[in-house]
């Protein structure tokens, strides 16, 4: 198998785990606790990183990093044209790329785990609970430590390749070359995300410490929201959220 079907048959089996939890979202009724629960984290993410956001140097890799991973949207546009990515990864673009994809829909498909286990949990609580007492609690129940570190190392990792791409010229024009074929096979929306991000990175002479901000700022979290008490994680993130 070559490195490019590898990445296809991975993308093809993370995204296959999205489709799957979205239909068992639906039939559980828990589309709208999912939702909840991204908008809170969403809200979240930009008040951690209000200092990265207003610096014009740093606000786009900032928004990329909300708006692909950490955002609310619905990807299911962005999904259906990476399920077809296998037919196509290897004949329209580079394989320097192709990582890219793979920590794209690993993170996607950890992410959407996450939260729908998250959902879960805070559905079965009373609605009256103050929201950020209510995500705590949640996130205690649904565990998977290991879980919450590897999203975080698949972040960092996708940051740094882009680091590293974006410094190729040549591949960056290639990348740009791209677009009507890229259109052309239905892949418009993968061609979005990849510019995007490479435009984003770009903008950053040095990533490092945007990067090692992330690290040690959702670490932080991770490790509050699982060893505080979840009164005590629970007013430091509602603190965190009146912060935007």
Do not use: C
């Amino acid at each position: 198998m070559t490195p490019a079907s590898q990445a296809a048959h991975r993308i093809g089996a993370h995204l296959s785990r999205v489709s799957s939890l979205r239909e068992q979202a639906s039939a559980a009724g828990l589309v709208q606790a999912v939702h909840q629960v991204k908008q809170l984290q969403a809200q979240r993410f930009r008040a951690t990183y209000t200092d990265f956001l207003a610096d014009a140097q740093h606000a786009p890799a900032t928004r990329f990093f909300l708006e692909e991973l950490y955002g609310e949207h619905d990807f299911r546009e962005r999904d259906n044209q990476f399920g077809r990515i296998a037919s196509a990864i290897e004949r329209l673009f580079p394989e320097a790329v192709a990582q890219l994809a793979v920590d794209l829909a690993e993170t996607h498909a950890l992410t959407e785990t996450l939260d729908h286990q998250l959902a879960t949990h805070w559905l079965d609580q009373d609605p009256a609970t103050p929201a950020a007492l209510r995500y705590a609690q949640s996130w205690r129940l649904t565990g998977r430590h290991a879980d919450r570190h590897r999203q975080l190392a698949v972040v960092l990792h996708m940051g740094a390749e882009l680091q590293r791409l974006t410094r190729m010229v040549t591949l960056r024009i290639a990348l740009k070359m791209m677009r009507r074929p890229a259109q052309a096979a239905g892949l418009y929306a993968l061609q979005q995300f990849l510019e995007r991000g490479f435009d984003a990175f770009a903008t950053m002479s040095d990533a490092s410490r945007f990067l090692s901000a992330i690290e040690q700022r959702e670490r932080r979290w991770i490790d509050t929201l699982f060893e505080a008490d979840a009164a005590n994680a629970a007013q430091l993130l509602q603190a965190e959220l009146m912060r935007t």
